[in-house]
T-cell receptor, first 115, second 109 residues
Framework: DAGVTQSPTHLIKTRGQQVTLRCSPKSGHDTVSWYQQALGQGPQFIFQYYEEEERQRGNFPDRFSGHQFPNYSSELNVNALLLGDSALYLC??????????????FGPGTRLLVL | GDSVTQMEGPVTLSEEAFLTINCTYTATGYPSLFWYVQYPGEGLQLLLKATKADDKGSNKGFEATYRKETTSFHLEKGSVQVSDSAVYFCALSLYIPTFGRGTSLIVHP
């Protein structure tokens, strides 16, 4: 049983560019949440997707957007990248037949560096 | 808003020592509480959880009790191993998941 997978593992972009990160949830899960983890900090909740719609959102600007596909996989898009967007981006899945909504399983993350 | 406060690290212990990592929270309701562990270069793994007051979560020798009166969820382990070296995150889930800043644990042989 594959856990949560994310791609790519590492990414380097320049200021002003756009980036797309991808996540496949754990088998049986139908909810995907995205987090930003700056170096030395705890994860900060960006948003959560369920039934292909954004269900909850943290305190992040509209430059951060997402999408969930019918197979429950998800993308995180960040436009007009800033140096401060450099972080580890974590995807977590939950819910569905595979678990409860509040117990999340995390992927290994995508490390984004903005130059 | 909701918040989680953890003791600052790093916490440095010798193998077989007793571990306590303090965690307190602020929330408008009655959240579920979690401890996650992050090993170097990896994502977060759920270590244990408690969903209501006085519940005790436990896993791999780690324990934490949901204390509503003190709004705390301290993590304890009776005898740590070198392999327990990692960063530990306390978190709550009510409306939006909220994590603490993490506490680094270093265990020496």
């Amino acid at each position: 049983d594959a856990g949560v997978t994310q791609s790519p593992t590492h990414l380097i972009k320049t200021r002003g560019q756009q980036v797309t990160l991808r996540c496949s949830p754990k088998s049986g899960h139908d909810t995907v949440s995205w987090y930003q983890q700056a170096l030395g900090q705890g994860p900060q909740f960006i948003f959560q997707y369920y039934e292909e719609e954004e269900r909850q959102r943290g305190n992040f600007p509209d430059r951060f957007s997402g999408h969930q596909f019918p197979n429950y996989s998800s993308e995180l898009n960040v436009n007009a990248l800033l140096l401060g967007d450099s972080a580890l981006y974590l995807c977590a899945s939950s819910g569905g037949s595979g678990g409860t909504q509040e117990t999340q399983y995390f992927g290994p993350g995508t490390r984004l560096l903005v130059l | 808003g909701d918040s989680v406060t953890q003791m600052e690290g790093p916490v440095t212990l010798s193998e077989e020592a007793f571990l306590t990592i303090n965690c307190t929270y602020t929330a408008t309701g009655y959240p579920s509480l979690f401890w996650y562990v992050q090993y170097p270069g990896e994502g977060l793994q759920l270590l244990l959880k408690a969903t209501k007051a006085d519940d005790k979560g436990s896993n791999k020798g780690f324990e934490a009790t949901y204390r509503k009166e003190t709004t705390s969820f301290h993590l304890e382990k009776g005898s740590v191993q070198v392999s327990d070296s990692a960063v530990y995150f306390c978190a709550l889930s009510l409306y939006i998941p909220t994590f603490g800043r993490g506490t680094s644990l270093i265990v020496h042989p």
